[in-house]
């Protein structure tokens, strides 16, 4: 959050840029409220109005050598987010990573020469659409994931013990070269053990169906992990989505080859962010969250410009008409001199 400190309170109308004592939430340290600005209630009322400030980036047109791109999920919501590896370009908040969702923020962003992703199928469909001109570079972490995903970490058959080591040599890779070995070595095991991807389960054979076969279904591949596995890699290298840092290094631009600036360094601070605030409401979680990502972009440091009176001053109470009944008077509760229970005078209610 951005260290915007000092308004005074006595003239809602007017921002005192003077003293800045107090401010706008700061969300970004761990100490409590109360060791800044006194007894945390006071701290709470006299900075209520700072929730109202919603922080936004202006496009600034800039065409990017490479942005990583990629969402983080808490409490039911995602925020998408660009991200250069030194600037957060924009976000967006949604339910889910779906074409919609990122065809939003894309739209926004001039397409840079090269995007960093970690495999999410709408999200390279939608840079594909948007942005057919940029090269896209798959994480090597999250293709490594998949692999132990599909294979496990000690497979125990000989064709998924060497496929393994394609996808654990891959960080490894330093040079054209080597991408070459690489790329023969992967050819020669799909010549090697072609045969053994096409074996076939009948199901008058088989005992128990695995989990994936439909009802009726007569065979099946019997090696489906192992297809799994092999088919992912060979998609993404006939897409030439594997080695496109190579192709960069020969511009001159070191292009990453993981989102791991973005994992560790964005998302994993909006999660400990989070962690260090627990208890906030949504609306306040979302805008601590808002203004964690703006002080990570091209415009961190100027978040005072943002405030206006209309955030200053306190929003209007209206109270609603109200209403008079239309109708006969029910029956109620309250006290009526036509009910017959007021005070009577003489005996058994009567004066003579």
């Known amino acids: 959050m951005p260290e915007l400190r000092g308004q005074q309170h006595r003239c809602p109308g007017r921002i005192d840029t003077k003293n800045r ?3 706008l939430p700061r969300l970004a340290t761990r100490s409590p ?3 800044h600005f006194g007894s945390t209630r006071t701290f709470r009322r006299r900075t209520q109005w700072c929730w109202r400030v919603a922080p936004t980036v202006s496009a600034t047109g800039e065409i990017h050598d490479q942005i990583m791109l990629d969402g983080t999920y808490f409490n039911g919501w995602c925020v998408l987010i660009a991200y250069t590896g030194e600037k957060v370009i924009h976000w967006l908040w949604c339910d889910r990573e779906k074409t919609a969702s ?12 090269y995007a960093v992703v970690d495999g999410n199928g709408p999200l390279t469909t939608v840079i594909e659409t948007l942005w057919p001109d940029t090269r896209i570079q798959r994480c090597f972490f999250h293709i490594r994931q998949a692999g132990h995903r599909h294979l496990t970490r000690n497979p125990s058959l000989p064709a998924n013990q060497e496929l393994l080591r394609f996808y654990q040599a891959l960080p490894r890779v330093d040079s054209r070269d080597h991408a070459a070995a690489w790329l023969a070595a992967f050819a020669s095991w799909e010549a090697k053990w072609s045969r053994f991807l096409k074996h076939r389960t009948r199901a008058k054979d088989a005992g128990a169906r695995p989990a994936h076969v439909r ?12 297809r799994r596995a092999y088919f992912f890699l060979s998609r993404i290298i006939a897409k030439g989505h594997l080695f496109t840092w190579l192709d960069a290094a020969d511009e001159g631009i070191e292009l990453a080859r993981t989102t791991n600036a973005l994992e560790g360094g964005i998302n994993a601070g909006i999660k400990g962010l989070l962690r260090a605030h627990r208890g906030l409401s949504e609306g306040h979680a979302r805008r601590g969250v808002d203004w964690f990502l703006f002080e990570r972009s091209h415009q961190a440091g100027t978040g005072w410009s943002l405030v206006g009176p209309e955030h200053w001053a306190p929003p209007k109470r209206v109270r609603a008409p109200r209403e008079e009944p239309v109708g006969p008077v029910e029956y109620g509760t309250g006290f009526s001199w ?4 007021g005070i009577q005078k003489g005996w058994g209610g009567r004066s003579g």
């Open 21 to 23: 004592a107090e401010g």
């Open 33 to 35: 409220a109360a060791d």
């Open 102 to 113: 990122w065809t939003a923020l894309i739209a926004r962003i001039p397409a840079p020469r």
């Open 215 to 226: 009802r009726g279904q007569s065979w099946w591949y019997t090696h489906l992990r192992t």
């Open 338 to 341: 036509e009910d017959g229970i």
